[in-house]
């Protein structure tokens, strides 16, 4: 078996906090990507829906969740 060699540590200071994927931490960055594609002419119908997703998804409570906890709303978005 071959070796990986040791594993690589980050320092705690480097560490993210358990929150930082959840779907509730993201929308303010869906909504900055929907208005800044729309100021560039750039079409927002998948942002637009990705974000009505995920903002039912946090009215759902799953706002602590991870992106993976919206995979069920991708199969029956309405």
Known sequence: MRSRGP???????????PNDSTIATHLAAMTHLIDESSAQGVSTDLPRQIKAVADRAV????????????????????
């Open 59 to 78: 009215a759902e409570g799953l706002g602590r969740s991870s992106h993976a906890a919206m995979i069920g709303r991708f199969r029956s978005p309405e």
């Open 7 to 17: 594993r690589r540590r980050f320092p705690r200071s480097r560490a993210r906090p």
